[in-house]
């Protein structure tokens, strides 16, 4: 595993690297008696930037204080880059859920696309290759699922699903050129589904900034959220608590209530 020695330090090439301590609780999650849950992400990945360094940071420490203020034991499963040894994904088995975070694009390959995909950003294929098949093994062991943005796509191509490569009018995903990547977006619920039921509304304002979304739903997922252009917003598994949802509610600007009560559902089928 290489070491990374200096908070804010640097790769070779002078790319920003992403510490654990900047993203994990202040006090951690140790004293709490909640499920445990096995948080996947890609601190560092290719093409990092110093802005998406600081969105990976703030989003990740979002998310897991938020988790530990429900109760739950979170133990990050890094899957980076520089990680010489990533371990054997289906370990993941062995908590009470799997919550999947943002970052890079996932590979054309693997959702069945020759070409790479317009714009693509941030890709590593190993990360990916081992994220499919931590879904599936938490799946197969009938452990509930929740991902985010990068973690919703990966759910859906796990499941056979395809991505859409680059939305072409992207007014309504995510800022233009010289504007922040990430904005309010109008986002539909369907009445009666699983995800409805959690956040108590079918209509949000959320937070995303995403290029690529949900094309063919993988099988035996359903489409439950839309934006107003139609572009899949949301995924879930009718029989099984398998959610995605393309946007992030782990972004501190957006709503503390839906994040929470979105975060608190899942926990609760964490503890069945």
């Known amino acids: 595993m290489t070491e990374f020695h200096a908070e804010g330090s640097k790769l070779p090439g002078d790319v920003p690297v992403v510490l654990r301590s900047e993203v994990e ?3 951690g999650t140790a004293g709490n008696d909640g499920p445990r849950i096995a948080v996947l992400v890609s601190l560092n990945f290719p093409d990092m930037t110093d802005e ?5 940071r703030n989003f990740t420490r979002t998310a897991l204080t938020a988790f530990r203020d429900l ?3 979170c133990e990050l499963v ?3 880059t520089p990680l010489e040894d990533l371990g054997d994904p289906e370990r993941v088995a062995g ?3 799997l919550f999947l975070l943002g970052g890079g694009d996932v590979h054309h390959e693997l959702y069945g696309r020759a070409e790479t995909a317009p714009h693509s950003y941030g890709v590593d294929r190993r990360a990916d290759e081992f994220a499919l098949a931590a879904i599936r093994a938490a799946v197969d062991a009938d452990r509930p699922v929740l991902g985010v943005c990068r973690g919703s796509q990966l759910v859906n191509v796990a ?8 939305i072409e009018d992207y007014r309504l995903h995510r800022g233009g050129p010289g504007k922040p990547m990430f904005l309010d977006e109008k986002v539909t619920v369907t009445e009666g589904t699983r995800l409805a039921g959690l956040v108590r509304d079918t209509r949000l304002t959320v937070r995303s900034g995403h290029h690529q979304a949900v094309a063919r739903v993988g099988d035996g997922l359903v489409a439950v959220a839309h934006a107003d252009d139609g572009v899949i917003e949301g995924t879930e598994h009718p029989d099984k608590w398998v959610i995605g949802v393309q946007w992030h509610p782990e972004d501190p600007a957006g709503s503390e209530v839906h994040r ?4 608190r559902g899942f926990l609760d089928a964490c503890a069945r």
């Not at 998406?52 to 990976?56: K, P």
């Not at 499941?159 to 680059?166: A, I």
């Not at 929470?260 to 975060?263: F, G, P, Y």
Request: proline share 7%; charged share 25%; aromatic share 6%.
């Open 25 to 27: 609780p202040e006090g």
């Open 95 to 97: 908590y009470d859920g």
């Open 78 to 80: 890094e899957t980076s």
């Open 52 to 56: 998406t360094a600081d969105l990976v």
């Open 159 to 166: 499941f056979g699903g395809t991505l859409v490569p680059d």
């Open 260 to 263: 929470t009560r979105l975060l």
């Open 71 to 73: 109760g739950a034991r």
